[in-house]
């Protein structure tokens, strides 16, 4: 298969996001279903319902909301906010209403940003029934006093939760799992980039053979993850390193945050890409608040999953507004995180343990053909410095990973070295367990 460059990638990534845009997603319903088959174009997902009440964990799968229309009319009859202009309008898993009221009954139902006023925020309630709607503050503050008459023709009902996931299996059954969560309505940053970027990593992981194999999961936030580890417990030992993608399109420099491990290959890949590569950068430690990673680090699952972010959610004033939309997004920062995402991946597929076989000094290099004629130089297509570090660091215990850190090299010259040394006989790769 052709593979895009990353720069044309880009502009695919956001025009995958403007189409999903629309789409009113929610933690189940159509709105996730119609995006799903969306996806179902490039990639091949499979897309799975699991019925409202089933039992997961401490977890109950609620029920399937659905909305068709929603609107609010002024005492002129002039339609003064339309779901179908907007759905931020409504509060997300809001129950069905039909009624007339006055202003003063309407209001609390009413929620806008006074420090943002040209915003409709994002609000949901899916675990306590009501409904509302969301304005801008602006134009809360310019309806009068008369009565109001309000709609919204929504539905609950013994349905499913429906998610997707894709498996890419490499040569082995070791696992990556990249997730992100497909609940949020018409917000970009906020779950639409998390989307784009694991489409099109799965697309070039599926364009090449790859030692791992790769499992992608779009859920729905939370309840999703909860969902899915309940029911795949075998499915959960196979995972080796994972990752939450979310607001990953935003100018913000990229934002790490480590798994509950600290120092798995995970964070060690993602940490020794952001330094390679120069630049603005984030890590933070593992907390547990955020995204999916969350579940994935509880006690009991333990995964090593951190989760990539460009401006961490919660600190840029278009969180969870409608100002987080398709211009708050761009192709080259959507970019810019395959970029950095796939050459953590390779970093993570090339990662190995070696032994030295001839540990006793250094081996006369010359002997072997890999002598470049001085310290540093290039012999070949190795650095002889490389070799050299490979050669002393190559204990069995530190991995190559490991040795590109201390060497301050990047990872791709030690990873070659090794290549070199192992073909040469100098080496003995050492197996998961060794
Ligand atoms: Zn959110």
């Given at each position: 298969?052709?593979l895009?460059?990353?720069?044309?990638?880009?502009?695919e990534?956001h025009?995958?996001a403007?189409?999903?845009y629309?789409?009113?997603?929610?933690?189940?319903g159509?709105?996730v279903?119609?995006?799903?088959?969306?996806?179902?174009?490039d990639i091949p997902i499979g897309?799975h319902?699991?019925?409202?009440?089933?039992?997961?964990f401490?977890?109950?799968?609620?029920?399937?909301?659905?909305?068709?229309?929603?609107w609010i009319?002024?005492?002129l009859?002039?339609?003064?906010?339309?779901?179908s202009?907007?759905n931020l309008?409504?509060?997300?898993?809001?129950t069905?209403?039909?009624?007339?009221?006055?202003?003063?009954?309407?209001?609390?139902?009413?929620?806008?940003?006074?420090?943002?006023p040209?915003?409709i925020?994002y609000?949901t309630?899916?675990y306590?029934k009501?409904?509302?709607f969301?304005?801008?503050?602006g134009?809360?503050?310019?309806?009068?006093?008369?009565?109001?008459?309000?709609?919204?023709?929504?539905s609950?009902?013994?349905?499913?939760?429906?998610y997707?996931?894709?498996?890419?299996?490499?040569?082995t059954?070791?696992?990556v799992?990249?997730s992100c969560?497909?609940?949020?309505p018409?917000?970009a940053?906020?779950n639409?980039?998390?989307?784009?970027?694991?489409v099109?990593?799965?697309?070039?992981?599926?364009?090449?053979?790859?030692?791992?194999?790769?499992?992608?999961?779009?859920?729905?936030?939370?309840?999703?993850s909860?969902?899915?580890?309940?029911?795949h417990?075998?499915?959960?030992?196979?995972?080796?390193?994972g990752l939450v993608?979310?607001?990953v399109?935003d100018?913000?420099?990229?934002?790490?945050?480590?798994?509950?491990?600290?120092?798995?290959?995970i964070?060690r890949?993602?940490?020794?890409v952001?330094?390679?590569?120069?630049?603005?950068?984030?890590?933070t430690?593992?907390?547990?608040?955020?995204?999916d990673?969350?579940?994935?680090?509880?006690?009991?699952?333990?995964?090593?999953?951190?989760?990539?972010?460009?401006?961490?959610?919660?600190t840029f004033?278009?969180?969870?507004?409608s100002?987080d939309?398709?211009?708050f997004?761009?192709?080259?920062?959507l970019?810019d995180?395959l970029?950095?995402?796939?050459?953590?991946?390779?970093?993570?597929?090339?990662?190995a343990?070696?032994?030295n076989?001839?540990?006793?000094c250094?081996?006369?290099?010359g002997?072997?053909g890999?002598y470049?004629?001085?310290?540093g130089?290039?012999?070949?297509?190795?650095?002889?410095?490389?070799?050299l570090?490979?050669?002393?660091?190559?204990?069995?215990?530190?991995?190559l990973?490991?040795i590109a850190d201390?060497?301050?090299?990047?990872?791709?010259?030690?990873?070659?070295?090794?290549?070199?040394?192992?073909?040469a006989?100098?080496l003995?790769?050492?197996l998961?367990?060794?």
């Open positions: 298969m052709e895009p460059d990353i720069e044309e990638s880009g502009r990534m025009a995958l403007t189409a999903l629309p789409h009113c997603r929610s933690i189940t159509e709105g279903r119609s995006t799903l088959r969306r996806l179902a174009l897309i319902e699991v019925p409202s009440g089933t039992q997961v401490d977890w109950t799968v609620p029920e399937e909301w659905n909305i068709r229309e929603a009319k002024d005492p009859g002039r339609m003064v906010v339309n779901f202009n907007h309008h409504v509060v997300g898993y809001s069905p209403v039909r009624a007339k009221m006055s202003l003063s009954e309407l209001k609390p139902r009413l929620f806008s940003l006074p420090e943002q040209d915003l925020p609000r309630s899916y306590q009501t409904w509302g969301c304005l801008p503050h134009e809360l503050e310019r309806l009068e006093d008369g009565e109001y008459e309000v709609c919204i023709d929504s609950f009902k013994d349905g499913s939760l429906t997707g996931e894709c498996l890419i299996q490499g040569a059954d070791e696992e799992l990249i969560h497909t609940c949020h018409s917000l940053n906020d639409l980039s998390g989307i784009a970027v694991a099109a990593l799965a697309r070039r992981l599926a364009a090449r053979p790859q030692r791992l194999s790769y499992r992608f999961l779009f859920i729905p936030g939370t309840i999703g909860i969902m899915w580890l309940a029911l417990e075998a499915e959960i030992r196979r995972i080796k390193h993608l979310t607001c399109g100018a913000g420099p990229v934002t790490y945050k480590k798994s509950r491990h600290g120092n798995a290959v964070d890949a993602i940490q020794h952001l330094k390679t590569r120069g630049g603005e950068y984030r890590v430690e593992f907390h547990p608040y955020g995204y990673e969350r579940q994935y680090g509880s006690p009991g699952i333990d995964l090593p999953v951190g989760c990539l972010m460009r401006s961490q959610h919660g004033p278009e969180y969870h507004t100002a939309n398709l211009d997004i761009k192709p080259e920062f970019a995180t970029g950095k995402t796939l050459e953590a991946l390779e970093i993570i597929e090339g990662n343990r070696f032994s076989l001839k540990p006793m250094e081996p006369r290099l002997k072997y890999l470049g004629g001085g310290g130089q290039r012999g070949g297509d190795f650095d002889e410095l490389a070799l570090w490979v050669l002393n660091q190559s204990d069995g215990e530190n991995d990973l490991a201390k060497s301050g090299m990047p990872f791709r010259k030690i990873f070659t070295a090794a290549g070199a040394l192992e073909l006989g100098l003995k790769r050492k998961p367990g060794d």
